[in-house]
């Protein structure tokens, strides 16, 4: 019995402080644009890597040895 004499306030506390923060985040503008974020995934980042990104220096290797015999192609005969 007393321990339900505890458990009672602390959950009531706790149901209020969810409530004031549900309404902290609504008056915050937290469900203002509720499909924004889902279309921010799907766009694509054109952005070059930046300068010193070690994605530029590292190259891509095809278990076949096609990506070679593109890279011999890819350049200009002289």
């Known amino acids: 019995m007393t321990g339900i004499l505890l458990l009672i306030p602390v959950a009531l506390v706790l149901g209020c402080i969810g ?11 937290q469900y203002e644009d509720m499909e924004g974020a889902a279309h921010r995934v799907l766009l694509d ?5 930046p300068e010193g990104s070690l994605a530029k220096d590292v190259p891509v290797t095809d278990p076949s040895g096609e990506a070679e015999e593109r890279e011999e192609n890819d350049k200009p005969n002289q």
């Open 19 to 29: 409530v004031v923060a549900f309404f902290w985040s609504l008056k915050d503008g």
């Open 45 to 49: 980042d054109d952005d070059p890597p």
